[in-house]
């Protein structure tokens, strides 16, 4: 009996070790990452232009929102910004034209690994310099930064890939330039991602069925009814068509965080999922965060489905 | 004729060592154990998982992972329960200038292009609205956003006010009555805030909230018997001065509307 037990326990670990090692280090085609990474970029430059304007009236001594001010709503700390060290309206606008020039590079793929990291310095610091101007998409935006970091992003859709093309010399180099070579780091930067954001997810849908709005059909009519907010005036559907929309939000909410991981519902979430967020863009224009959440969907593509979509684009796929 | 080189001619996928597989298993274990929390406590979170979550803000909040480290819901994921602070808000800053002439703001400004930059200053205006519910943090963005706006205009004075685009009610929309129907009607904007503001020579502002009727503590029988008959505090009250920078201790962790 002791010993049946013992074997149990045994290989209860080995099987979860094997599979733990199976999911996070199996090398990968880091194709997704360079992808996620162009269209990130875009959003976080996005972002980052559209504070320009406003530097000075906002962030300078004297502005809308003070260090002391922010610090003070910040509750839980991390307030550290680059933008702090920053008072005048020049040298704040000054600083944020470095910031935009990092997050084109870093769009661009140029010196991806280095950039990675830079741009998501100046969006963390962006965000923790003015966090009441932020909503549902920075904190989707840092979390895909954060783990492109870790990964190859520049591995595709990159100027580092396309100069080291062009240095090559040797068929073996510009084979290996290439060629997207299978690594263990994409895995983990591409799961990190697809764990994130099944757990946001299942976040999102909790937070939901917390309210009796989201039990009752009525809260696709409460977001529908805010006119400053929303890009459509949908309030002239009928009850019935608010009560399915309300509950089939929630549905795929709570459902892609189990569902997404079978291979063969995969296909049926994510097309659910992307038009669960064009719809919520349209009743909330929240228009980044919807495309920021498709992009993050992404990781759950396979590279050679992405490869196939791209073809046409990147001749390099 | 040499062929053309393929991936695998390259070499096989660089698999790491089990050291550091262990390492970064580590690093994996730590990391979603963080995130976990962070997002686990989102709604109601218990003591144990708050506590937990003040432990480990120094790496979550830096990083941005905790979707709730402000005094209000900053990011609000689950969109709508149809609180009162679930609707968008506008700030109104008006002044009298020395010469006579009369200047007003609103925030977020009309026609802000594009889009993405207006909803900057909507979550600016939704968060100054959500705050008017927690009377430690309320005077906080009216003091700082008017304050700066009538320094810049060279004003001595001014008043603040947050207005909430209250939502149609769904059977409004087929009302015949135009202001029930029409959502940028007089009825469906409520004034949850208003101060006056001061700025003295030196630059020092001074917020002065005007309170509602209701708020204020009767002084006489015949006051204690009057009921208020208007919701919005601006229209006839006594004012009275903002807690807005003296409090002291430790800010609570309550979010006051509630997420």
Redesign the interface.
């Known amino acids: 009996m002791q010993c049946g037990v013992a074997n149990y326990f045994r290989s209860l670990v080995d099987g979860v070790a094997d599979g ?2 199976r999911f ?2 199996t ?1 990968s085609d880091p194709y997704p990452l360079g992808l996620i990474r162009l269209l990130t970029g875009c959003l976080a430059t ?2 980052h232009l ?2 320009l ?2 530097v000075g ?1 906002l962030f300078a001594a ?5 260090p002391e ?1 922010v610090d ?7 307030s ?1 910004s680059l933008f702090d060290l920053f008072s005048s309206p020049g040298e704040l606008t000054a600083i944020h034209v470095l910031g935009l020039a990092v997050l084109v590079f870093f769009t661009l793929g140029f010196w991806s690994r280095l950039t990675s990291i830079l741009a998501l310095i100046v969006i ?1 610091s962006d ?2 310099r ?10 989707v935006l ?2 895909v930064m ?1 783990y492109l970091c870790l990964g190859p992003s520049g591995a595709s859709w990159s100027l580092d890939r396309l100069l080291a093309r062009r240095r090559a010399t040797t ?2 180099a ?3 330039a290439e ?6 780091a994409a895995t ?1 930067s591409v799961r ?1 991602i697809q ?2 954001l099944a ?2 997810m ?3 849908g ?3 069925i ?5 039990w009752v059909g ?2 696709v ?3 529908a ?5 929303r890009l459509v005036d949908l ?2 559907l009928g ?1 019935y068509a608010i009560n399915f929309w309300t509950h089939a939000i929630v549905a795929v909410e709570l459902s892609f965080p189990i569902l997404v991981w079978s291979r063969l519902l995969r296909p049926l979430l994510l097309t659910l999922a992307a038009l669960v967020w064009i719809s ?1 863009a349209l009743l ?5 965060f919807a495309l920021m959440m498709i992009v993050a969907s992404l990781s759950f593509c396979s590279p050679a489905w992405l490869r196939g979509c791209c073809r046409k684009a990147d001749p390099a796929a | 004729m040499q062929p053309t080189p393929t991936p695998r001619d390259v070499g096989p996928p660089p698999l790491p060592s089990p050291e550091v597989r262990g390492w970064v298993s580590l690093f994996l274990f730590i990391h979603l154990f963080c995130v976990a929390v962070a997002l686990a406590s989102y709604t109601a979170p218990s003591a144990l998982q708050e506590r937990l979550r003040t432990v480990l803000a120094p790496y979550v909040a830096t990083l941005n992972f905790d979707l709730n480290p402000n005094a209000y819901p900053t990011g609000r994921f689950y969109l709508t329960h149809d609180l009162p602070v679930d609707v968008d808000a506008v700030i109104h800053v008006d002044a009298k200038l020395s010469d006579g002439e009369e200047r007003s703001i609103t925030i977020p400004e009309p026609g802000l292009w594009p889009l993405e930059r207006r909803r900057h200053y909507q979550a600016l205006a939704n968060a100054a609205s959500t705050l008017v519910e927690n009377d430690e943090y309320q005077a906080v963005l009216p003091k700082t956003i008017a304050g700066a706006i009538l320094r810049a205009w060279g004003a001595t004075g001014g008043t603040v006010r947050i207005e909430r685009h209250l939502p149609l009610q769904m059977e409004e929309v087929a009302a015949s009555d135009s202001s029930k129907s029409n959502p940028f009607g007089a009825t469906h904007y409520s004034t949850v805030y208003e101060a006056r503001v001061l700025v003295s020579p030196t630059g020092q502002i001074d917020l002065i909230k005007k309170v509602a009727a209701g708020e204020v503590a009767p002084v006489d029988k015949n006051a204690a018997d009057k009921k208020p008959n208007d919701k919005k505090p601006a229209d006839k009250n006594p004012s009275d001065r903002a807690t807005d920078g003296d409090s002291s201790g430790d800010p609570s962790p309550s979010n006051g509307g509630g997420n």
């Open positions: 733990w090692n996070w280090f090398p996005l972002l559209t504070l304007p406003d009236r004297g502005g809308w929102l003070p001010a003070r709503l910040t509750i839980r700390g991390g550290t963390l965000v923790h003015g966090p009441m101007l932020t909503s549902q998409f920075e904190p840092t979390m954060c068929p073996v510009r084979a290996a060629s997207s070579t299978p690594s263990w983990v990190l764990v994130h757990l946001l299942a976040t999102m909790g937070a939901k917390f309210g009796a709005t989201w009525s809260a009519w409460w977001l009814s805010r006119p400053e907010s309030t002239g009850e919520l909330t224009g929240q228009i980044t």
